[in-house]
């Protein structure tokens, strides 16, 4: 959820004050891309994985305090919800090996974290929706003790003025409409972050790749099929998301006001263009003042921390968000993906960046882009095709049409995941593994979501009714999960 803030009101003095400061962090960043370099010795990745708890029956468990406590390191935070934790990955290279070891190191620290949960009666689901979320999930105390999480609920329900309003329809016919007073259902979105840092110049060609990626990674991917009971989309997540974290009444909708979960609207030059738009669309959410002049410290040749430019980017939910940070004094920009769900598992996990990363490169390193060659409302419609119907889209490649998914992976994606990852220094071996389980997700149509429809379906033509059949669904998903085994070679209840 970004950047801790120390109040949880602001007057109308200090909004206005921190307009005026945003935009003169943007002039400062404007400056800072012109002349300023940045940054990159070689590009450096990370990832972010947002974790749910369980009880001994497999409902939410709202103990993140005491499991944190448990825990007792530096890699894993609070997230929105108190059945919310969020695991952060030390950034890394991209080449060789070094994979493999990032694959133990994350299944070594997430079986820790599980051992000593499970001494507090606790256990991590790594799943994009927790199907036994229930509506009593959100009774009484259910955020976790955070200002900036209060601040951003009350700033939330502000804005609309009203309730938020949860309307979702599934493929299969089922249908979720529900108010909420809260950001609570928000919080039942548990998703992966992705994070490249690229060179300013080459920053637009890695966005304009990673939105036209959105669809296809959706529909590969996804694995957030149910929520409140209900069979929604494949990654439900991403509408319950957009929905849930609304700022607009319905009065501003009509009048076509941008949401503030944002895919944007058009393929960018320069991320100038993305942080440019934060600041003309978007009006302030946490307005928190930061003592530093940017300018000041931008002609004394020291680093601006740009506070409330980034602060104010921290509550622009774009898919692909732009990141400005600082580290050990030197700025940097990253790419944040923010598209798939978190799951099945650590290997799935592992495929699922491989695939990003690789495809991405190769797309930045195409003659003739594939965004050149594609309009910005058809990545659009792939990204909430991909979402809605999962492995079972068709989505639109130039050159192709309406294609399946599974083929247009098969055919057109993976060989261009291999060419990039070959071309980050990744070796055969490594490539094969991961972009294998790809391939066989693909050939198999079983993703997570799919197994857990499939799942769910079969365990109630048993008799079971929909809330024991999620609940024995989680059961067997954990079991799963732990064995590292890719999704899809997992099978059905017989």
Not at 100 to 127: K, P, T, W
Not at 354 to 365: C, D, E, I, K, Q
Request: hydrophobic content about 40%.
């Amino acid at each position: 959820m970004g950047r801790d803030v120390e109040s949880a009101t602001y007057t109308r003095e200090e909004r206005q004050r921190y307009r005026d400061k945003v935009k003169l962090c943007l002039d400062v960043f404007e400056r800072m891309l012109a002349s300023r370099s940045f940054d990159f010795d070689e590009p450096m990745t990370g990832m972010e994985i947002e974790l749910n708890l369980v009880d001994g029956d497999y409902r939410p468990n709202p103990d993140n305090a005491e499991v944190l406590a448990a825990i007792a390191s530096p890699d894993y935070q609070t997230e929105l919800a108190r059945f919310n934790i969020e695991f952060n990955v030390e950034p890394h290279r991209l080449h060789g090996d070094s994979a493999v070891q990032l694959e133990a190191d994350l299944r070594g620290s997430l079986n820790e974290a599980e051992r000593r949960c499970s001494e507090l009666g606790a256990h991590i689901i790594m799943i994009g929706i927790l199907p036994t979320v229930m509506p009593e999930t959100f009774e009484g105390e259910w955020m976790s003790a955070n200002t900036r999480y209060q601040a951003l609920n009350d700033a939330v329900l502000a804005a609309r003025g009203e309730d938020i309003y949860i309307d979702i329809a599934g493929p299969s016919g089922e249908r979720l409409r529900r108010y909420a007073d809260s950001l609570a259902p928000e919080s039942a979105c548990t998703s992966m972050q992705l994070h490249l840092q690229v060179q300013p110049s080459e920053f637009a060609a890695h966005w304009n790749a990673a939105q036209v990626l959105a669809g296809p990674q959706l529909a590969l991917g996804a694995n957030s099929p149910y929520f409140m009971g209900k069979e929604l989309w494949a990654e439900t997540r991403i509408e319950l998301f957009t929905q849930a974290a609304d700022t607009r009444p319905v009065e501003l909708k009509n009048q076509g006001v941008r949401p503030r979960v944002f895919f944007g609207e058009r393929w960018i030059t320069s991320i100038f263009d993305l942080f440019e738009e934060n600041a003309r669309y978007f009006p302030a959410m946490l307005p928190e003042l930061d003592a530093e002049d940017p300018q000041e410290a931008f002609l004394a040749g020291r680093t601006p921390k740009l506070a409330e430019m980034r602060l104010h980017n921290g509550t622009i939910y774009r898919w692909n968000r732009p990141i400005y940070d600082i580290v050990n004094g030197r700025p940097h920009l990253r790419v944040e993906n923010r598209v798939l769900p978190a799951g099945p598992t650590i290997a799935d996990t592992m495929a699922n960046a491989a695939f990003y990363y690789g495809t991405l490169r190769a797309m930045v390193s195409d003659d003739r882009p594939v965004w050149t060659r594609m309009s910005f409302s058809t990545a659009t419609e792939n990204f909430a095709i991909g979402a809605r119907n999962g492995i079972d889209a068709a989505l639109f490649w130039p050159g192709r049409g309406s294609v399946p998914a599974s083929e247009l992976v098969l055919r057109e994606l993976l060989p261009m995941a291999h060419e990039g990852l070959e071309s980050w220094g990744v070796s055969t071996a490594v490539r094969d593994r991961l972009l294998g389980i790809i391939e066989g997700r693909c050939l198999t149509g079983q993703n997570g979501a799919d197994w857990q429809v499939a799942t769910v379906r079969r365990l109630e033509a048993r008799g079971l009714s929909r809330a024991d059949a999620l609940r024995e669904m989680v059961a067997v998903y954990a079991v799963n999960m732990h064995s590292n085994e890719p999704v899809h070679t997992w099978e059905l209840p017989r």
